[in-house]
């Protein structure tokens, strides 16, 4: 059966189960995951299976406020070209906070002749998957996400905490692991697990994490990077949609407030051979990792620093590193110690992996994705040492080692020497290009702090 017809398929059975659907959106992530797209109406549905649709190519070469960049000709110079966006299989669903039924689905784009599209960061990912599914190699991966939630009013975000009892005054502290915080919330958790079952997105542990207001929700590992990706995307937008229909904000900036901690994305990887065995696994029960994970680490560790512009991608991000808050500022390792960079979490022989822990919640899953597989790969192919272990229990003494300012991690990007090979020459210079100009387009503009530091004083 040919796409075309698979696809057909796919939306006469989900019609039959939502007959009253009357919206379609389709969705595609940008260069910083911001999910952007158009609507179409019934009558266009079997259209957008059948051939796909027209779409702006620059479109996922956007800011975060949503603009072209002037250093780019596409968009601006170029007569805006569309490309053709496709289907991505498997992802129509329901949009169940739709005022209107409505149903959503995910897309990948192409060139009018059919090759994929360099930019495109499900294309990038591709991309850097591909040399290890050479090797007979399978990811199994899986996201952990961060974010606030937000009460309404005023004209600076307010962290959404319960009450003191008995009055209208906040609860203070950071409450870490609280089940009556997370209890709080419940009417927002119940509606947003509804949501998750709806559209496929395997949501698991819930925490409270380490400031008020702030939420920790797990997804459950699966044996394709892409689709660990699209499952992180689509929580991030059900989280949003969710909060606003209970008088709630959400946010994944990586530091939206300066006195609590930041958002993070955590990305859990193990690798399957052909057989199914997991060669991250320790083959010695008195090694805590096997050669192979070793050797994987070393190459994340290497390619750490060339990365950060990828894991930190805004200007938001860089607030986020500061010593004492667990979160890296050196490309160390170790074995159930939440210090380091890339930790190897306690679990059964079978399910060892790699915990990569640099990453904030603002950064692209798909492009944070490809770079941490780039890395893999990068090691075993090299055999690379990733240095001293950090044993449990371990005081780490913090030593900056990470390029922790924006514009430094993008010198050590345009350096760098291993991501291009898996991302592509092409779209690791139009990356650098784009997060350059926002750079200077931030820091060209006069924020309130520089009035409050020096308008009088100076």
């Known amino acids: 059966m040919s796409d075309s017809n698979a696809g057909q398929r796919e939306l006469q059975q989900y019609l039959k189960r939502h007959p009253q659907t009357e919206w379609l959106e389709l969705l595609q992530p940008d260069m910083l995951g911001i999910l952007r797209g158009k609507r179409v109406v019934e009558h266009e549905f079997a259209g957008v299976f059948a051939r796909g649709v027209n779409y702006c190519g620059a479109a996922v070469l956007l800011d975060a406020?949503?603009?072209?960049?002037?250093?780019?000709?596409?968009?601006?110079?170029?007569?805006?070209?569309?490309?053709?966006?496709?289907v991505v299989p498997g992802s129509l669903a329901p949009v169940p906070w739709a005022p209107v039924p409505s149903a959503q689905l995910l897309l990948t784009l192409a060139e009018p002749e059919g090759t994929p599209h360099y930019t495109d960061?499900?294309?990038v990912l591709r991309n850097a998957m591909r040399p290890l599914s050479e090797m007979g190699l399978t990811a199994v991966t899986a996201t952990e996400l961060e974010f606030y939630l937000l009460d309404h009013g005023g004209e600076r975000p307010v962290p959404h905490v319960g009450l003191m009892p008995g009055?209208?005054?906040?609860?203070?502290?950071?409450?870490?692991?609280?089940?009556?915080e997370v209890e709080d919330i419940n009417p927002f958790l119940r509606e947003l697990y509804a949501v998750c079952a709806a559209q496929n997105i395997p949501v698991g542990a819930t925490l409270k994490e380490f400031a008020p207001g702030q939420i920790e929700v797990n997804l459950h590992h699966v044996a394709n990077a892409e689709l660990a990706c699209d499952h992180a995307v689509l929580l991030k937008r059900a989280v949003k949609a969710v909060a606003l229909r209970h008088n709630l904000g959400a946010t994944f900036m990586a530091k939206p407030f300066a006195e609590y901690a930041g958002c993070s994305l955590h990305v859990h990887v193990s690798l399957l051979d052909a057989q199914g065995h997991n060669v991250f696994a320790p083959t010695d029960s008195r090694q805590p990792c096997s050669d192979t994970l070793r050797h994987a680490i070393g190459g994340l560790a290497t390619t750490m620093a060339e990365s950060m512009a990828i894991f930190a991608p805004t200007a938001n991000s860089y607030?986020?590193?500061r010593p004492g808050l667990f979160v890296p500022l050196a490309p160390n390792w170790g074995v159930n110690h939440r210090g380091v960079a890339l930790r190897i979490p306690l679990s059964a022989a079978e399910d060892t992996r790699v915990e990569h822990r640099p990453g904030g919640a603002d950064g692209n899953p798909y492009l944070v994705m490809a770079a941490i597989l780039a890395g893999i790969h990068?090691?075993?192919?090299?055999?690379?040492?990733?240095?001293?272990?950090?044993?449990?229990?371990?005081?780490?003494?913090?030593?900056?080692?990470?390029?922790?300012?924006?514009?430094?991690?993008?010198?050590?990007?345009d350096a760098g020497t291993v991501l291009p090979r898996y991302l592509g020459e092409r779209y690791h210079k139009l990356y650098a290009a784009c997060r350059r100009e926002e750079c200077a387009r931030f820091h060209a503009e006069i924020s309130d702090r520089d009035?409050?530091?020096?308008?009088?004083?100076?």
């Open 378 to 413: 990068h090691g075993l192919t090299t055999r690379r040492e990733p240095g001293p272990m950090t044993l449990p229990g371990t005081e780490i003494v913090e030593k900056i080692e990470l390029p922790l300012r924006w514009e430094a991690a993008l010198d050590a990007f």
């Open 65 to 86: 406020k949503g603009s072209t960049f002037d250093e780019l000709a596409q968009g601006s110079r170029d007569g805006d070209p569309d490309v053709v966006a496709t």
């Open 121 to 123: 960061p499900r294309v």
């Open 167 to 180: 009055t209208h005054r906040r609860q203070i502290g950071t409450q870490y692991a609280s089940p009556q």
């Open 319 to 321: 607030r986020r590193y």
């Open 451 to 458: 009035y409050e530091w020096y308008l009088r004083a100076i």
